[in-house]
């Protein structure tokens, strides 16, 4: 399969994609346009609402050692997505096309963290949704979302400084004005994480990212300490969306903060979203208006908590969850490392959850779940299960599968392309358009491949990660009928 670059009017300068070849393991269908609703569905109901998964319907990825504009290697990326404003386009022959905002995390550091500058893809997409039963052969299911990456654009801090993905060891003072008067300098700094006292970069872990209808962005940064081992406060950040009618922005920890148990899998449970009124941030500093507990699922074996890679506004009080296990493409050989358990964007409601902003709880010593336990005063989020990304049916209609292939000699082994990637950490939202199914919508999905090849590059070095884990992308399709009538264009910027 090969990848072709369009040419860039930037400063920027391009790079060749790499073709690839991958191994058929399962008859060839010929991929057919269709928005009409899969057979295969999954009901669920929460606040009286039904929500329907239709299933998988587009499948696409893009080499594990595909080069950015940059010179370096392009992964990691699945971190945080968001469209482009504006882009996504109806055909009306059953394809879409679009524009992904893709934001990676910091660059290969798996041995160490690495000063690796902070950047925003590019990447078009032609969607053509495929709702049939028979089972695509793997290339002719990366027909269903043909992608295109168009250029890399590089991130300073403020005063044209340049970003780093070191660790976060220093802390820049807050900017004059910021403590002051928060109305008069909305646009201040407060105290921000650097490298060190003698490298004084803005570090950047991006885990969220949201498109404004101004054309700036809102990005999540998942670690900012200066403190080892510290007895209170949050462990990782990671989920970022925006209810973009109401202008507040969201945020949830990645699991349960220090003082809620959160320095153990078996306790970190009750994590915390945040809401912040955004209405007019270059005038007014954000303020916190909301703080709600949320029960994240926890695995049947060992009661470990399914820590939380991402969450999505749905509706008023409604929002996806996104959690995953540490199996599949990416995580070892061995059958045990590869076949994955959870992988799911669930559903949860606040409706009924405590607001607890502003409370008692709010000092760090008065936690919410002492050693993992919630407090009988406070009623957490609903949460339920909703789109399983493991379904070993959906996978098989798109050439995947989950843990180690003992059918097909051609394809056996445990780590191939076509094994579905431990880490998904993204969410993005696009109308079907149907005005037979008005309530359906696309969720699209990337994973994370922590920038794993045996082909790599970073920084003008070469790399071997001992594996090749292609950035893989999923669409499923989706009914939601709390989803009011154009709110979902109107977030992506099109017009309903």
């Known amino acids: 399969m090969t990848f072709t670059l369009r040419f860039s009017v930037g400063l920027i300068t391009l790079a060749i994609l790499n073709s690839v070849q991958v191994a058929q393991c399962s008859p060839h269908v010929q991929a057919t346009r269709s928005t009409s609703a899969s057979s295969s569905a999954v009901s669920v109901s929460l606040d009286g609402v039904t929500y329907v998964n239709k299933g998988i319907v587009g499948f696409g990825l893009i080499p594990s050692n595909f080069v950015d504009s940059l010179g370096d290697t392009m992964g990691g990326f699945g971190s945080a997505i968001a469209f482009k ?5 109806d055909l009306g022959n059953g394809s879409y096309t679009g524009t992904l905002e893709a934001h990676p995390d910091r660059g290969f550091n798996v041995i160490t963290t690495i000063d690796y500058r902070s950047r925003q893809h590019e990447i078009d997409f032609l969607f053509t ?8 052969d793997f290339a002719t299911a990366q027909q269903t979302l043909q992608l295109d990456y168009i250029d890399t654009v590089v991130q300073f801090d403020r005063n044209g400084g340049n970003t780093s993905g070191l660790d976060a060891l220093g802390v820049r003072a807050a900017e004059n004005g910021f403590l002051v008067d928060p109305f008069t300098a909305p646009l201040a700094d407060p ?4 490298a060190n006292k003698s490298y004084q970069h803005l570090t950047i872990d991006a885990e969220g990212l949201v498109a404004n209808s101004d054309g700036t962005y809102w990005v999540r940064n998942l670690d900012f300490t200066s403190v ?5 406060g949050r462990v990782d950040n990671q989920g970022l969306t925006l209810d973009a009618e109401n202008n507040i922005l969201y945020a949830m920890l990645q699991s349960a903060t220090v003082q809620d148990g959160g320095t153990d899998k078996t306790t970190s449970r009750y994590t915390r979203m945040l809401a912040y009124d955004v209405a007019n941030p270059t005038v007014t500093r954000p303020s916190l208006v909301g703080e709600w507990v949320v029960p994240l699922p926890v695995s049947t074996s060992k009661s470990t908590t399914r820590a939380c890679s991402e969450i999505h506004f749905v509706s008023e009080n409604i929002f996806f969850a996104l959690s995953h ?12 490392d590869t076949t994955s358990k959870y992988k799911q964007a669930d559903l949860f409601s606040i409706a009924d959850a405590t607001n607890i902003v502003g409370s008692e709880f709010d000092d760090p010593s008065n936690p919410v779940a002492p050693k993992g336990v919630l407090v009988d005063s406070i009623t957490p989020a609903t949460y339920i299960s909703f789109v399983n990304y493991i379904d070993d049916v959906q996978l098989a209609r798109f050439g995947l599968h989950n843990g180690k292939l003992i ?6 082994g445990d780590e191939n392309s076509t094994l579905v990637n431990e880490k998904w950490e993204s969410l993005a939202l696009a109308p079907v ?5 008005p309530n359906d919508y696309f969720l699209f999905t990337v994973s994370d491949n922590d920038f794993l090849t045996e082909d790599g590059i970073s920084l003008g070095v070469p790399y071997n990660a001992g594996v090749n884990v292609d950035n893989q992308f999923l669409v499923f399709q989706v009914t939601l009928p709390s989803v009011p009538s154009g ?6 910027g099109i017009s309903s």
């Open 228 to 232: 080892t081992n510290p007895a209170t």
């Open 433 to 437: 358009g149907d005005p037979s199914t």
């Open 325 to 336: 296990d540490g199996n599949g493409n990416g995580d070892g050989t061995s059958t045990s």
């Open 487 to 492: 709110s979902v264009q109107k977030a992506i």
């Open 407 to 412: 059918s097909d000699s051609q394809c056996r």
């Open 129 to 136: 949704p495929y709702t049939g039963s028979d089972n695509l």
């Open 85 to 89: 404003l504006g882009t996504w386009k």
């Open 191 to 194: 105290e921000m994480p650097i």
